[in-house]
C-alpha cells in the first residue's frame, strides 16, 4: 500500500518549499521540513492538532542530528515502531483529544498545534536564543519534547525503553560541543 501524500525532499527539483507563518521564520530549513511533516502526518492520522509525537515521529525521519542522540538500535527501531503503530492501534486513544499536561505555561493559541506541542516549538525557540540566537534546530525540538513528562512523545519514548531524562542529558550535552 502506498502513502496518500507522497514524501518529496525539501531539496527535490520541483519540490516546493515548506511555508512559514510567522512563528516558523525562527527555525532552521531542516525544523520546518521536520513541521511539514508533522503536519503531513496529523492530517493522514485524522488528528485535528499536531501533537509532539507527530514532531518526534517527523524528527526521527528526517533529521540525522536527533538519530545520533539514541544510543542503541534495537531502541531506535522499536520506538519507530511504536510511532508507526500510532494510526493502526497504539495512540487511537489519543484521537479527538486535545494534548495538554498543564504543566508547560500556556502558549499563544498556535495555529495547528496542540498546546504541549506549541509550548515545545517555543521552548525550541527560547532554547536557540540562549544559545546564540540563531534558529531553533531539531535538537532544541527534541529537547522541547521531552522535557514534559505528560507529552504524548514522552509516552512513546518510555514504552520503547528510552529514559527521557538520560535523552535530555545526551541532547543538551551534544548542543554543548557544537557551541
Do not use: C, N
Not at 516546493?16 to 510567522?22: A, F, G, Q, S
Not at 502526518?41 to 539514541?70: C, K, M, N, W, Y
Not at 508547560?104 to 546564540?132: C, F, H, I, N, T
Amino acid at each position: 500500500m502506498h502513502p496518500r501524500i507522497p514524501r518529496q525532499s525539501a531539496h527535490e527539483p520541483g519540490s516546493r518549499r515548506p511555508v512559514h507563518t510567522d512563528g516558523d521564520a525562527r527555525l532552521s530549513e531542516e525544523l520546518a521540513a521536520v513541521v511539514s511533516g508533522a503536519r503531513r502526518r496529523a492530517v493522514r492520522d485524522g488528528d485535528r492538532q499536531i501533537d509532539t509525537a507527530h514532531l518526534l515521529h517527523s524528527l526521527l525521519e528526517s533529521d540525522p542530528e536527533v538519530r545520533t542522540v539514541f544510543d542503541v538500535e534495537p531502541q531506535f527501531a522499536r520506538l519507530l515502531g511504536y510511532l508507526v503503530q500510532r494510526s493502526i492501534g497504539y495512540g487511537l486513544r489519543w484521537q479527538g483529544s486535545v494534548e495538554d499536561s498543564g504543566a508547560v505555561p500556556v502558549v499563544a493559541r498556535a495555529e495547528g498545534y496542540s498546546p504541549l506541542a506549541a509550548g515545545a516549538m517555543e521552548y525550541a525557540r527560547a532554547r536557540a536564543d540562549r544559545r546564540g540566537g540563531g534558529p531553533a534546530l531539531g535538537l532544541d525540538l527534541l529537547a522541547a519534547i521531552v522535557v514534559d513528562p505528560e507529552a504524548r512523545a514522552v509516552e512513546v519514548l518510555e514504552r520503547a525503553g528510552v529514559d527521557a531524562r538520560a535523552l535530555l542529558a545526551r541532547i543538551d550535552r551534544r548542543l554543548h560541543r557544537a557551541v
